[in-house]
């Protein structure tokens, strides 16, 4: 059983949050964890690179001068990739680099990521995070309370909410996402988790119909 303290926006202790490990992950596997992290980053490459091919180039396919008699070296037409203006030998063209890892698969990298960071002491449990009005000060204000102003953070609240978005939007190295968008991507380059408790009460009990969570679609 893994037990971590619950914390206000003060940072100070509140209560335990009591978490039994089988719920997320039987154990963790770095293999899936490093082939879906691939899998976000390849799906995040644009993949818009272009470059002209000598058949793209304009230009006359017509040989510049004569083979012999000129003195100067044999040259072809001026697509020629050695001449300025040229085509490029090797073209490149916009390809794209996404793919998809099987479902069932990409979801149980997000809770073995999730379990990694209860395992590595690195989750803060809040025991909520209402605010009133959309001001960076605010958060920022949390984020000094709880230690963790000098870290980059991945803020896990329960569903969407604009006033949180807004609030931290210009904070560096803070991200932020609802409990059902949660990622094993997003979970493992953020060094630290800051979650509600109600977030990870839905992250629990929420299930696919095998006792699973549905993070990481």
């Known amino acids: 059983m893994i037990s971590v303290p619950i914390k206000d926006k003060s940072g100070q202790e509140v209560g335990t949050y009591e978490l039994d490990p089988n719920e997320l992950a039987s154990g963790i596997n770095k293999q899936l964890l490093h082939d879906v ?4 980053a390849a799906n995040r490459r644009a ?3 272009k470059t002209k091919s000598r058949g793209e180039v304009q230009g006359s396919t017509q040989k510049m001068y004569r083979q012999k008699g000129t003195g100067r070296a044999r040259a072809g037409g001026k697509r020629s990739i050695i001449r300025r203006g040229g085509g490029h030998a090797f073209a490149k063209s916009p390809t794209d680099w996404s793919y998809r890892l099987p479902k069932k698969a990409v979801k149980l990298a997000t809770r ?3 379990l990694s960071k209860f395992l590595d002491d690195e989750v803060t449990v809040l025991d ?3 605010i009133d009005e959309p001001k960076t000060k605010i958060v920022v204000g949390v984020l000094k309370a709880l ?3 000098g870290t980059s953070c991945l803020l896990a609240i329960e569903s969407h909410d604009s006033k949180i978005w807004r609030s931290s939007r210009n904070i560096q ?3 932020v996402s609802p409990a059902s968008e949660l990622n094993a991507y997003d979970l493992l380059c953020q060094k630290q988790l800051v979650v509600t408790k109600a977030a990870l009460d839905r992250l629990r009990h ?3 119909g095998n006792g699973h969570s549905p993070a990481g679609n």
Do not use: I, P
């Open 112 to 114: 073995m990521a999730l």
């Open 128 to 130: 909520d995070f209402d």
């Open 173 to 175: 190295n803070l991200k």
């Open 206 to 208: 929420e299930s696919d």
């Open 47 to 49: 993949g818009t690179v």
């Open 37 to 40: 992290v691939v899998m976000y």
């Open 147 to 149: 230690g963790l102003s």
